[in-house]
Nanobody, 122 residues
Framework: QSELMASGGGSVQAGGSLRLSCTAS????????WGWFRQAPGKKREFVAR????????AYADDVKDRFTITRDNSKTTVYLQMNALKAEDTAVYFC???????????????WGPGTQVTVSS
């Protein structure tokens, strides 16, 4: 049994920053790819960022590149998403997930956390 728990969401004004955290228990951490996804109301869940094991390779969606940074602390089984220069269009529920392979396809991620709301006001 694996559990993921995301935290750190909240409300911020445009241009501000937030840091999301996702902590894993169980077997879904070591050796796994970790990703962040987001889903805005009425839209499909979309890829935001991912990081490999043990953490030297990352990938980002084009619209968050240079603003968001994904890192992982393997000693704490935690993955972070530092979000800077936030925009109103970043408003969404953010989910962390893990997968055995490197992919941007949410359908390939086997383990999901419950999501955390990020609201950016302009």
């Amino acid at each position: 049994q694996s559990e993921l728990m995301a935290s750190g969401g909240g409300s911020v004004q445009a241009g501000g920053s937030l840091r999301l955290s996702c902590t894993a228990s169980g077997r879904a951490f070591e050796g796994y790819i970790w990703g962040w996804f987001r889903q805005a109301p009425g839209k499909k869940r979309e890829f935001v960022a991912r990081i490999n094991w043990p953490g030297e390779t990352t990938a980002y969606a084009d619209d968050v590149k240079d603003r968001f940074t994904i890192t992982r602390d393997n000693s704490k089984t935690t993955v972070y998403l530092q979000m800077n220069a936030l925009k109103a269009e970043d408003t969404a529920v953010y989910f962390c997930a893990s997968a055995p392979i490197g992919t941007n396809d949410p359908g390939q991620y086997a383990y999901w956390g419950p999501g955390t709301q990020v609201t950016v006001s302009s």
